[in-house]
């Protein structure tokens, strides 16, 4: 037996239990090494009406869908009609931000990867018809910036409907119809759907949320985020499989699987360039042209992750040992059920092993109130730390907006040393510890960002 064909077994009679030990409803798995792929699926696409997961089920793959909103976007590249250095306006003139400044300067690269540096949690909906992306970045005139255009990683889900815009408005004709021609007709992508329409036509996953903090993981009441976020990740279901075909074409050099070019080899390892690094957070190394890069010291390592209402998806690449793995999932906790798959996939077939996770270091020296301490905003949640008579620092975060418009829960816990600005939560969130850290200066001395992946910024108390 290959060794391919023992982590089939593995995964076939593994995943079931996996799922169980994690309430994770359902998922499905695929993985390529080469030429040969696996697929897989265990547990239930709704837990209301039993239907099971196959491997052919729909599941949402969430914020996955910017790196096919950036593939779109070099397309355009490879045929000289857009130009990654130019500024947003040279495509859209009436690209409008509260700091017109800035919104003059961004450009087209600066959305791709992150530093565009205005409020990215716009979530408006602007309704279901074609023209819902021009009216969303219409609405943008009003969104701050945050800092200076190029200054800093902050993950931006609106930069990707500003770039999905400009797709549209190069390509003259609506975003989802350019997924279509340029991406699922080219790829072959049978199981796929750009929106509830189509995905009701397939066996589609529905997400699961906790209604009450700790209570049972149930069948969401919303399926899918508005349509205007679409370019960043709102909508988008696919299969395991078709997921990674279109990881296959990354892999084959941008070829499709007939053989011809859906991207140009330039513009494919363009993408995985390092562009910006991220802060020390346990996540990705930094960023390139919609890929997260994951690197190792002797390994290149890049992909994405995505969330959705319920539902989360995860993306590796490894390109020198042409090994690729999808996991979908659609409630739970699914982090612990990708860190022992990807564990066992990518360090037997690519020689990546898994890092070790996050731990308090007790010999780190005490944190530092006077420079954490504070209260941190966003347009979807505000984060008040603070020090107790103790002496422990606590923070303590309350959804806003849409966040809250779909159910999350306040979440609350003390905040541990891990490495200098990093720090660790001591209660875990969906199932893992994820560090946060405290990056800049106010002119106090105090910290001006809280960074969870994206840079909330202080405000007064």
């Known amino acids: 037996?290959?060794?391919?064909?023992?982590?089939?077994?593995?995964?076939?009679?593994?995943?079931?239990?996996?799922?169980?030990?994690?309430?994770?409803?359902?998922?499905?798995?695929?993985?390529?090494?080469?030429?040969?792929?696996?697929?897989?699926?265990?547990?239930?696409?709704?837990?209301?009406?039993?239907?099971?997961?196959?491997?052919?089920?729909?599941?949402?793959?969430?914020?996955?869908?910017?790196?096919?909103?950036t593939t779109l976007a070099m397309q355009l590249v490879d045929e000289g009609a857009l130009r990654l250095d130019a500024p947003v306006r040279a495509?859209?003139?009436?690209?409008?931000?509260?700091?017109?400044?800035?919104?003059?300067?961004?450009?087209?690269?600066?959305?791709?990867?992150?530093?565009?540096?205005?409020?990215?949690?716009?979530?408006t909906d602007t309704g279901k018809g074609d023209d819902c992306l021009e009216k969303y970045v219409g609405l943008l005139r009003e969104v701050p910036q945050l800092f200076e255009p190029g200054e800093l990683f902050s993950y931006n889900n609106a930069g990707f409907c500003v770039l999905g815009r400009i797709v549209e408005v190069v390509r003259g004709r609506p975003f989802d119809d350019c997924v279509r021609a340029h991406l699922f007709e080219p790829l072959g992508l049978t199981h796929a759907a750009n929106?509830?329409?189509?995905?009701?036509?397939?066996?589609?996953?529905?997400?699961?949320?906790?209604?009450?903090?700790?209570?049972?993981?149930?069948?969401?009441?919303?399926?899918?985020?508005?349509?205007?976020?679409a370019p960043a990740g709102s909508m988008l279901a696919m299969r395991a499989r078709d997921l990674l075909a279109f990881a296959r074409m990354h892999l084959a050099g941008g070829l499709g699987p007939d053989g011809r070019a859906v991207l140009s080899q330039e513009s494919v390892l363009a993408m995985r360039q390092p562009q910006v690094a991220q802060p020390d957070l346990d996540q990705g190394t930094g960023w390139g042209l919609g890929w997260e890069l994951f690197h190792r010291p002797d390994r290149a390592v890049f992909g994405h992750d995505g969330n959705t209402i319920g539902q989360s998806a995860f993306l590796r690449v490894v390109p020198e040992r042409?090994?690729?793995?999808?996991?979908?999932?659609?409630?739970g906790c699914p982090k612990p059920v990708f860190?022992?798959?990807?564990?066992?996939?990518?360090?037997?077939?690519?020689?990546?092993?898994?890092?070790?996770?996050p731990r308090p270091d007790p010999a780190a020296p005490p944190l530092d109130a006077a420079r954490y301490a504070g209260t941190y905003l966003s347009s979807t949640s505000?984060?008040?730390?603070?020090?107790?008579?103790?002496?422990?620092?606590?923070?303590?975060?309350t959804p806003l907006g849409v966040t809250a418009?779909?159910?999350?829960?306040?979440?609350?816990?003390?905040?541990?040393?891990?490495?200098?600005?990093?720090?660790?939560?001591?209660?875990?969130?969906?199932?893992?510890?994820?560090p946060l850290a405290f990056l800049g200066d106010d002119g106090q001395g105090r910290a001006r960002y809280l960074h969870t992946g994206r840079a909330d910024r202080r405000v007064p108390s």
């Open 1 to 69: 037996m290959s060794k391919l064909d023992e982590i089939a077994a593995w995964l076939r009679r593994r995943l079931p239990d996996l799922l169980a030990e994690n309430q994770v409803p359902g998922a499905a798995v695929a993985l390529c090494a080469g030429a040969a792929t696996v697929d897989a699926a265990a547990g239930l696409l709704n837990t209301v009406t039993g239907v099971e997961a196959t491997a052919d089920s729909l599941f949402q793959i969430g914020s996955i869908t910017k790196v096919l909103t």
């Open 91 to 123: 495509y859209l003139p009436g690209f409008r931000l509260a700091d017109d400044d800035a919104a003059r300067r961004i450009t087209v690269r600066q959305l791709m990867c992150h530093v565009a540096g205005f409020e990215g949690d716009v979530f």
């Open 195 to 229: 929106d509830p329409y189509d995905a009701i036509l397939h066996r589609t996953a529905v997400g699961h949320v906790e209604r009450e903090p700790g209570g049972p993981f149930e069948p969401t009441r919303v399926w899918a985020l508005a349509r205007s976020n």
């Open 322 to 331: 042409d090994v690729a793995l999808v996991i979908l999932t659609n409630g």
């Open 339 to 357: 860190r022992e798959l990807a564990g066992r996939v990518l360090g037997e077939l690519a020689g990546v092993e898994p890092g070790e996770a």
């Open 382 to 397: 505000r984060t008040t730390v603070s020090q107790d008579a103790d002496g422990r620092l606590w923070l303590d975060r």
């Open 405 to 434: 418009g779909l159910g999350a829960a306040p979440y609350r816990t003390e905040l541990v040393a891990w490495r200098g600005d990093s720090v660790l939560p001591a209660e875990p969130e969906g199932g893992v510890r994820a």
